[in-house]
């Protein structure tokens, strides 16, 4: 037997902050269970609309609802609090309360204390039916009862009581509690038995029995026979082109292109009768689904459903019941966010989080073929609603059961909707950049959006006025320390104005001088092709937007420099321009060794004898993207002016290697000439399973690995990995897991220390890296230096001499 609770808002809170207001949420607690509402800012008459269902196995329970204040830096507030019998609801007329005011109760008995009022919907419901609530319900037919003896306002429909209704005995009574229930009431109805296997109840009855089941006084045009794509249309037309949510903070667990347009991948996704669901599930175990219908809330602006499940069971967990609250965040057509809010109170501490998974739907990148494709990213954090112990734990555990499950529904996506080549990708390189275009413009008009300004207007009609006057003047005598060819100002005017048009003309000079030289400097490469066998870094320089200005003109003359693998590319300048178009290309000469950064900085120009102001810098790892994702991408600058401007690049980046044969064999080969030893490759498991266990594009590949020792405040013993661009390590020590990476050119030195009882008589070999680089693997460091290096020790090689080579 469920509890059915709708907390939909409350009024005359009391402020509990110094602005006046309060930030108030609700926390509804029945036995050991508990949930929470989300927390509405600055308001002293919220509204929240949310529905909750709680199992009770004991009538002398209580229902304990808490009004409270959220405060970031001290103890939430207590605002106020109501309680109610869970009895009192059973021997209600149709079990149900209706929706009512409760007065909010101080913290402190016989207190006078105004704490305001909550709106509640309290109801029993044995169905497994969720609540349909797409409105609060008119707030004038609810009625108030301060002593909770009261008769419902709601018409007796709109909650279910399956003890008293004509058709009880289409419900199965699977509970103990509603077995327990059925004897000891008046008007008890035997239940009809079922079968063990199949506790879900037919469509067809629940049709029947969802239709007036928690209807909070809907209009017609909300009912649940809105079909999903009705929903989704009317969405699309509030939509006011917000930006889609980005990436939650737990991490991505699946990011991959489709050969189908966004609106096809969410029908596939969301819809009610899409397959694709009923194959999942069946693949991960899960049983007793029930899928409620699609519902749109706050005046269509997003859509929800609910989903419940019984979780198949795992190693360390037992089968558990779950509730899935999905809500469209945004969906215009083309781009599509679902936020989706898993709650397990049945797991160890369940009722202390929920699991938060996001996914985000959007257009790809551009195929050769002309057919359009989607991207995929789905991202998770957990939500902890109250603080515990077991934080950690929690997390570790979610995230390894999230990415097994992810990675089932990866590849069963796969096997439903073909996924997009990343040769297909590639082969899009040359129609990419056969249509950018530089604009062409000459110089002249250049020079005249440049010289129009107001000092060189003002520094030449001055110059006219003086030539006027010399015409015209009769040279005057000399006299006090003057000579023939030295005419000196003869009062203080004359000196001021000498000095105005000396600092004039010299600024005028700079100014020329600044535009020659920055004319000479040309930075596309449309047409030149590099030379060599190797890797090929082509980088497209589209647009910036929102570069900051430094100029006292409110714009800048903004130009990029471009550096990999110790080459350099420079843009041409743009006069005048916070958000210039250049449509420039970039081929740097083949490389041996694959690029591991791309550097971009973005300077202002201040003329040849000048330091370049710096607008703002980026780094693109290509150790940590797919090169497919950088066909087409925007790039955010860092530094104090880019980030107050929220300044950023579009850039078209591919790498490519040129060379015929085995890449990997050639490395190898090469590889094996400095060492002096022969290096195997590895198979095709071997690398996939590395590429996975460290995030690594699947153009990286391992060379070789070791078991060693990480030398920290204890050692740690795991395996070091080695590849054409990074030096890996990953340890697992009873399930608590280390893992993280740097890059080779990271590395500024390498030293080899002498053996130490502490290094148990091996050798130590210390990995020095450049200050303030490899900074997301500083959890493996020994050291951090005042300058911002960090210091890797490892030792008790098994083999230390071909470790060291």
Same mark, same amino acid.
Request: proline letters at 5%; a negative charge; one cysteine or more.
């Given at each position: 037997m469920?509890?059915?609770?709708?907390?939909?808002e409350?009024?005359?809170?009391?402020?509990?902050?110094?602005?006046?207001?309060s930030?108030?949420?609700v926390?509804?607690q029945?036995?050991k269970?508990?949930?929470?509402?989300?927390?509405?800012?600055?308001?002293?008459?919220?509204?929240w609309?949310?529905?909750?269902?709680?199992?009770?196995?004991?009538?002398?329970?209580e =229902?304990?609802?808490?009004?409270?204040?959220?405060?970031?830096?001290?103890?939430? #507030?207590?605002?106020?609090?109501?309680?109610?019998?869970?009895?009192?609801?059973?021997?209600a007329e149709?079990? !149900? =309360?209706? &929706?009512?005011w409760?007065?909010?109760?101080?913290?402190?008995?016989?207190?006078?204390?105004?704490?305001?009022?909550?709106?509640?919907k309290?109801?029993?419901?044995?169905?497994?039916?969720?609540?349909?609530?797409? %409105?609060?319900?008119?707030?004038?037919?609810?009625?108030?009862s301060?002593? =909770?003896?009261?008769?419902?306002?709601?018409d007796?429909?709109?909650?279910?009581?399956? %003890?008293?209704?004509? *058709?009880?005995?289409?419900?199965?009574?699977?509970?103990?509690?509603?077995?327990?229930?059925?004897?000891?009431?008046?008007?008890?109805?035997?239940?009809?038995?079922?079968? +063990? +296997?199949?506790?879900?109840? #037919?469509?067809?009855?629940?049709?029947?029995?969802?239709?007036?089941?928690?209807?909070?006084?809907? !209009?017609?045009?909300?009912?649940?026979?809105?079909?999903f794509e009705?929903?989704?249309?009317?969405?699309?037309?509030? *939509?006011?082109?917000s930006?889609?949510?980005?990436?939650?903070?737990?991490?991505?667990?699946?990011d991959?292109?489709?050969?189908?347009?966004?609106?096809?991948?969410?029908?596939?996704?969301?819809? !009610?009768?899409?397959?694709?669901?009923?194959?999942?599930?069946?693949l991960q @175990?899960t049983?007793?689904?029930?899928?409620?219908?699609?519902?749109a809330?706050?005046?269509?602006?997003?859509?929800k459903?609910?989903? +419940?499940?019984l979780?198949?069971?795992?190693?360390l967990?037992?089968?558990?019941?779950?509730?899935?609250?999905?809500?469209?965040?945004?969906a215009?057509?083309?781009?599509?966010?679902?936020?989706? %809010?898993?709650?397990?109170?049945?797991?160890?501490?369940?009722?202390?989080?929920?699991?938060?998974v996001?996914y985000?739907?959007?257009p790809g990148?551009?195929?050769?073929?002309g057919?359009?494709?989607?991207?995929?990213?789905?991202?998770w954090?957990? /939500?902890?609603?109250q603080s515990?112990?077991?934080?950690?734990?929690?997390?570790?555990?979610?995230?390894?059961?999230?990415?097994?499950?992810?990675?089932?529904?990866?590849?069963?996506l796969?096997?439903s909707v073909?996924?997009?080549?990343?040769?297909?990708?590639?082969?899009?390189?040359?129609?990419?950049?056969?249509?950018?275009?530089?604009?062409?413009?000459?110089d002249?008009?250049?020079?005249?959006q440049?010289?129009a /300004?107001?000092?060189?207007? %003002?520094?030449?009609?001055?110059?006219?006025?003086?030539?006027?006057?010399?015409?015209?003047?009769?040279?005057?005598?000399?006299?006090?320390?003057e000579?023939?060819?030295?005419?000196l100002?003869? +009062?203080?005017?004359e000196?001021?104005?000498?000095?105005?048009?000396?600092?004039?003309?010299?600024?005028?000079?700079?100014?020329?001088s600044r535009f020659?030289q920055?004319r000479?400097?040309?930075?596309?490469?449309?047409?030149?092709k590099?030379?060599?066998?190797?890797?090929?870094?082509?980088?497209?320089?589209?647009?910036?937007?929102?570069?900051?200005a430094?100029?006292?003109?409110?714009?800048?003359d903004?130009y990029?420099?471009?550096?990999?693998n110790?080459?350099?590319? &420079?843009?041409?300048?743009?006069?005048?321009?916070?958000?210039?178009?250049?449509?420039?290309?970039?081929?740097?000469?083949?490389?041996?060794d694959?690029?591991?950064?791309?550097?971009?900085?973005?300077?202002?120009? #201040?003329?040849p004898? *000048?330091?370049?102001?710096?607008?703002?810098?980026?780094?693109?790892?290509?150790?940590?993207?797919n090169?497919?994702?950088?066909?087409?991408?925007?790039?955010? =600058?860092?530094?104090?002016?880019?980030?107050?401007?929220?300044s950023?690049?579009?850039?078209?980046?591919?790498?490519?290697?040129?060379?015929?044969?085995?890449?990997?064999?050639?490395?190898?080969?090469?590889?094996?000439?400095?060492?002096?030893k022969?290096?195997n490759?590895?198979?095709?498991?071997?690398?996939?399973?590395?590429?996975k266990?460290?995030?690594?594009?699947?153009?990286?590949?391992?060379?070789? *690995?070791?078991?060693?020792?990480?030398?920290r405040?204890?050692?740690?013993? @795991?395996?070091?990995?080695l590849?054409?661009r990074?030096?890996?390590?990953?340890?697992?020590?009873?399930?608590?897991?280390?893992?993280?990476?740097?890059?080779?050119?990271?590395i500024?030195?390498?030293?080899?220390?002498?053996?130490?009882?502490a290094?148990?008589g091996?050798?130590?070999?210390?990995?020095?890296l450049?200050?303030?680089r490899?900074?997301?693997?500083?959890?493996?460091?020994?050291?951090?230096?005042?300058?911002?290096?960090?210091?890797f020790?490892f030792h008790?090689?098994?083999?230390?001499?071909v470790?060291?080579k």
């Open positions: 469920k509890l059915q609770v709708r907390v939909v409350a009024r005359n809170l009391p402020a509990m902050d110094l602005n006046g207001f930030d108030p949420y926390r509804l029945l036995g269970q508990r949930s929470r509402t989300k927390v509405v800012k600055k308001n002293l008459n919220p509204k609309t949310e529905d909750f269902s709680f199992g009770v196995d004991d009538l002398n329970d =229902l304990v609802v808490s009004v409270l204040d959220e405060d970031k830096y001290f103890n939430d #507030d207590f605002v106020g609090q109501v309680r109610v019998s869970v009895s009192l609801v059973f021997d149709n079990q !149900s =309360l209706g &929706t009512v409760y007065p909010l109760n101080p913290k402190k008995k016989g207190s006078k204390k105004d704490c305001g009022e909550i709106l509640l309290i109801c029993f419901s044995q169905k497994n039916s969720v609540l349909d609530l797409t %409105s609060s319900g008119d707030q004038t037919s609810a009625s108030r301060p002593d =909770l003896r009261l008769e419902s306002p709601i007796p429909s709109t909650c279910a009581s399956p %003890s008293r209704s004509d *058709d009880a005995s289409s419900i199965p009574q699977t509970t103990f509690a509603g077995r327990f229930t059925q004897i000891f009431q008046k008007n008890a109805i035997t239940a009809t038995p079922t079968q +063990s +296997s199949s506790r879900s109840i #037919d469509a067809s009855d629940l049709s029947e029995i969802s239709k007036p089941v928690f209807s909070l006084e809907l !209009s017609e045009d909300e009912s649940s026979s809105t079909s009705e929903l989704l249309k009317a969405m699309e037309s509030k *939509d006011q082109g930006e889609p949510p980005s990436n939650l903070s737990g991490g991505v667990v699946v991959q292109l489709f050969m189908i347009s966004p609106s096809d991948l969410n029908i596939v996704l969301f819809a !009610s009768d899409s397959s694709f669901y009923a194959s999942l599930t069946e @175990g049983t007793e689904v029930q899928i409620g219908p699609w519902k809330e706050n005046d269509g602006e997003s859509v459903r609910v989903v +419940s499940y979780k198949a069971a795992t190693k967990i037992k089968a558990v019941k779950g509730t899935e609250e999905q809500t469209y965040l945004k215009d057509g083309e781009v599509y966010a679902v936020l989706a %809010s898993v709650a397990t109170p049945d797991v160890p501490f369940g009722g202390t989080f929920k699991v938060e996001l985000c739907i959007s990148p551009e195929l050769p073929s057919e359009q494709c989607s991207r995929l990213v789905v991202s954090r957990l /939500n902890f609603l515990t112990m077991m934080r950690g734990m929690i997390e570790n555990g979610a995230r390894q059961g999230l990415k097994d499950n992810f990675e089932q529904y990866a590849n069963l796969a096997q073909k996924p997009v080549d990343s040769k297909d990708i590639g082969l899009n390189k040359e129609q990419a950049l056969s249509s950018l275009q530089a604009e062409p413009q000459s002249w008009k250049l020079a005249v440049y010289f /300004n107001f000092t060189v207007l %003002s520094t030449f009609l001055i110059g006219i006025y003086v030539f006027v006057h010399i015409v015209f003047a009769i040279p005057s005598a000399i006299q006090g320390l000579f023939n060819g030295l005419d100002p003869d +009062s203080i005017g000196f001021v104005v000498s000095g105005v048009l000396v600092l004039q003309c010299e600024r005028v000079l700079q100014l020329i020659m920055a000479k400097q040309k930075g596309s490469d449309h047409g030149i590099a030379h060599g066998d190797g890797w090929l870094l082509t980088v497209a320089l589209i647009e910036g937007v929102d570069l900051a430094v100029d006292p003109s409110g714009h800048c903004p990029i420099v471009f550096t990999s110790g080459k350099t590319r &420079t843009s041409s300048i743009k006069f005048q321009k916070s958000n210039p178009q250049w449509n420039e290309i970039f081929e740097f000469d083949a490389m041996a694959p690029p591991s950064v791309l550097n971009v900085e973005v300077f202002d120009f #201040d003329g004898f *000048d330091e370049a102001v710096s607008l703002g810098h980026a780094e693109v790892n290509f150790v940590r993207s090169i497919s994702d950088l066909a087409d991408v925007w790039v955010p =600058l860092q530094g104090k002016l880019a980030q107050a401007c929220q950023k690049l579009h850039l078209r980046i591919f790498l490519d290697h040129t060379g015929g044969g085995d890449v990997v064999r050639d490395y190898l080969n090469k590889m094996e000439k400095e060492v002096g022969k290096i490759v590895r198979s095709p498991q071997t690398n996939s399973a590395f590429q266990l460290f995030g690594l594009p699947q153009e990286e590949f391992l060379i070789n *690995d070791f078991t060693c020792h990480l030398k405040k204890m050692p740690l013993q @795991g395996r070091l990995f590849s054409a990074i030096v890996g390590f990953y340890a697992s020590i009873f399930g608590n897991k280390t893992k993280f990476f740097f890059l080779w050119e990271d500024e030195e390498i030293q080899v220390l002498p053996p130490t009882l290094s148990m091996s050798p130590i070999v210390v990995m020095t450049r200050p303030n490899g900074l997301d693997a500083r959890i493996g460091a020994k050291t951090h230096d005042e300058e911002g290096r960090l210091k020790h008790s090689f098994v083999s230390f001499n470790a060291q």
